[in-house]
């Protein structure tokens, strides 16, 4: 199992603070929510755990060394992040193919993640043409062609429609089930209410809340450490 930890991490842009001595760990197993107002620091810390934008100072690690230490990371962490763009005249199953090779996976790993994600029908249209619920697809597809042990997604239920919501809520609930561990981003309470297991609230770059999400009362417990 991958671990997910953030031990006293600081991102600094300028004279920007974005992420100030933020610290915590995400329990194996769970769903893990990670909340916070726009721009509290969010996507800069995901971006971090990921080894797309260099911390300041403190730790962002996975498995307990940082993202580029990983031994074939794909088959440990899959990741979704933001406004993903894909080449838009690839198809969906040309993009994934082209990933697979790259990662040196099993050749039948794409027809096995377009259909976890419900993409059988559109694989050999191109990306250009999809939605942005399409594309959320195409991109959780992507993070879960290694079989990863861990899912980091920043706000993948964004565009999704009200049948695409509750795929993506049973199909990371199932995932969890299977022992995994989910570190999702969103701003969406009640989503969190329907499936999250464990909770971390940041504002301001700055860890408010940290622990299990229990049961009622997650919008005025958001409202009141965060809003
Ligand atoms: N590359 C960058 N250069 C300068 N400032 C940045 C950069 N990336 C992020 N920031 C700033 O850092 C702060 C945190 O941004 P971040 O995107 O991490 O927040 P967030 O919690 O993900 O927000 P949202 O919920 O709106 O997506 C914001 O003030 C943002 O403007």
């Known amino acids: 199992m ?15 603070l974005a992420v ?11 769903i893990t929510a990670f909340l916070g107002p726009n721009g509290a620091g969010k996507t800069t810390t995901l971006r971090m755990l990921l080894g797309l934008v260099r911390p300041t100072s403190g730790e962002a690690v996975l498995g ?6 990983l031994d074939r990371p794909l088959e440990r962490v899959g990741a979704v992040l933001e406004a993903t763009s894909f080449h ?11 990933v697979r090779i790259a990662a040196g996976l099993p050749a039948a790993r794409v027809a096995r993640v377009l259909e976890q994600v419900g993409l059988e029908a559109a694989a050999h249209r191109r990306v250009g043409g999809f939605s942005l619920g399409m594309r959320q697809r195409l991109a959780l597809a992507t993070a879960l062609l290694g079989e990863p042990d861990t899912l980091i997604l920043d706000e993948p239920a964004n565009g999704l429609d009200p049948a695409g919501m509750r795929w ?23 989503e969190v209410e329907q499936i999250a297991d464990h909770v971390v609230i940041i504002a ?19 409202l009141e450490v965060a809003g």
Do not use: C, M, N, Q
């Open 2 to 16: 991958t671990s997910i930890r953030v031990h006293r991490l600081r991102k600094s842009f300028g004279k920007l």
């Open 20 to 30: 100030d001595d933020l610290s915590f760990t995400v329990p194996e197993g769970t």
């Open 64 to 69: 307990g060394v940082p993202y580029h230490e």
């Open 88 to 98: 838009p005249g690839l198809t969906a199953a040309t993009h994934l193919e082209a």
């Open 168 to 190: 993506l809520r049973g199909f990371l609930r199932a995932y969890a089930h299977e022992g995994h561990t989910v570190l999702i981003s969103t701003h969406v309470l009640a």
């Open 204 to 222: 301001a770059g700055r860890l408010r809340w940290s622990g299990p999400l229990a049961g009622a009362g997650l919008e005025d417990l958001y």
